[in-house]
């Protein structure tokens, strides 16, 4: 368990910071930046929580992605070719087929779609909804950091893709099950200016 006791260190102040293994990192380092949006993502799904307490299940599945991504920080944190041997903190396929098997169970009684969906509806639908396109980005982030350094993990970055997915589909059963959806209706205004 670590224990934190002081909060700054001031060890940053050159603009780097530590991981768990290797020498210290720019903040804008490519590693870092998909730390941190992974840790943005999980900061997201936390505030979309505050809305999930009406839905236990749902609730209960982000409260372990939470727990996840944190697992996700530490394999990002530990460089594969830097890390010492028993300090691994992997993302492992298990964790990906459980999101799989979220995906599949919630999605099953959603009646498919035909059009693209907007954001909104409810709150919590627009509070997964952000975190699905920050998770969005820790991908795009993570596939960044593999053309850089390809001995990073493949599972973190199909963990975040199928994380994406269901947190599309959790959205969805949050708008009363797709009821509540708000539908793209594609050039629906195209000609509102002509007409003012």
């Known amino acids: 368990m670590v224990r934190l006791n002081k909060i700054y260190t001031k060890t940053g102040d050159d603009g780097t910071t530590a991981l768990i293994s290797g020498p210290r990192r720019l903040k804008d380092d490519v590693r870092i930046e998909a730390l941190g949006t992974v840790d943005e993502a999980s900061a997201f799904i936390g505030m979309a929580r505050l809305n999930s307490k ?5 609730d209960s599945v982000l409260a372990r992605v939470q727990n996840d991504l944190f697992d996700l920080g530490g394999d990002l944190a530990n460089p594969p070719q830097t890390a010492t041997k028993g300090t691994h903190l992997r993302i492992t396929e298990a ?17 498919p779609l035909d059009s693209f969906i ?12 952000v975190a699905r396109v920050v998770t969005r980005r820790a991908e795009r982030c993570v596939v960044a950091l593999m053309r850089a350094e390809p001995e990073t993990g493949r599972p973190a970055r199909l ?14 059963v949050a708008n009363r099950k797709g009821a509540g959806d708000v539908l793209w209706r594609p050039g629906a205004h195209t000609g509102d200016s002509a007409r003012r």
């Open 159 to 172: 963990y975040l893709n199928r994380l994406s997915d269901l947190l599309f589909v959790l959205a969805r």
């Open 54 to 58: 009406g839905m236990p299940r749902i």
């Open 95 to 111: 964790q990906v087929l459980w999101l799989e098997a979220q995906i599949d169970h919630f999605n099953a009684d959603l009646k």
């Open 118 to 129: 907007l954001p909104g509806g409810n709150d919590l639908s627009a509070r997964l909804h």
